[in-house]
């Protein structure tokens, strides 16, 4: 079954790691992260996403789009990245993700999420 893993930050996350002098420690991890995942076989695919500030948001409106470009003030977390996996069930998604949480860095929240049509029954 596959599951998003979907990590929220905040503008203030990304900023405390854009000030942090050496992320060789959270680019070990990460890369070790993957590598797991690969091992296992449960890789699909993760990206990260650039800071919030760097966003756009489309909604329809009268006749045309209406277009905001970021930030949002009233938004405390956004979609920092995310990875895909496929893995037996949720709980074992749910541990993957409680890896990826528990890691350094900057302390975010990661929701997980089935991906419509590759479960067989919730």
């Given at each position: 079954?596959?599951?998003?893993?979907?990590?929220?930050?905040?503008?203030?996350?990304?900023?405390?790691?854009?000030?942090?002098?050496?992320?060789?420690?959270?680019?070990?991890?990460?890369?070790?992260?993957?590598?797991?995942?690969?091992?296992?076989?449960?890789?699909?695919?993760?990206?990260?996403?650039?800071?919030?500030?760097?966003?756009?948001?489309v909604e329809a409106g009268a006749?045309?789009?209406?277009?905001?470009?970021?930030?949002?003030?009233?938004?405390?977390?956004?979609?920092?990245?995310?990875?895909?996996?496929?893995?037996?069930?949720f709980d074992r998604a749910t541990?993957?993700?409680a890896i990826l949480a528990s890691?350094?860095?900057?302390?975010?929240?990661?929701?997980?999420?089935?991906?419509?049509?590759?479960?067989?029954?919730?």
């Amino acid at each position: 079954m596959k599951y998003i893993l979907l990590v929220q930050a905040s503008q203030r996350a990304h900023d405390e790691l854009a000030r942090t002098p050496d992320t060789a420690e959270i680019e070990a991890f990460m890369l070790k992260f993957n590598a797991d995942l690969e091992a296992s076989g449960e890789f699909v695919d993760a990206q990260g996403l650039a800071a919030p500030v760097h966003r756009r948001r489309v909604e329809a409106g009268a006749g045309a789009p209406v277009v905001t470009d970021g930030p949002y003030p009233e938004t405390q977390e956004v979609l920092a990245g995310y990875w895909i996996v496929d893995c037996s069930g949720f709980d074992r998604a749910t541990e993957i993700a409680a890896i990826l949480a528990s890691g350094p860095g900057p302390k975010t929240a990661i929701d997980v999420r089935p991906i419509a049509g590759s479960e067989p029954e919730l």
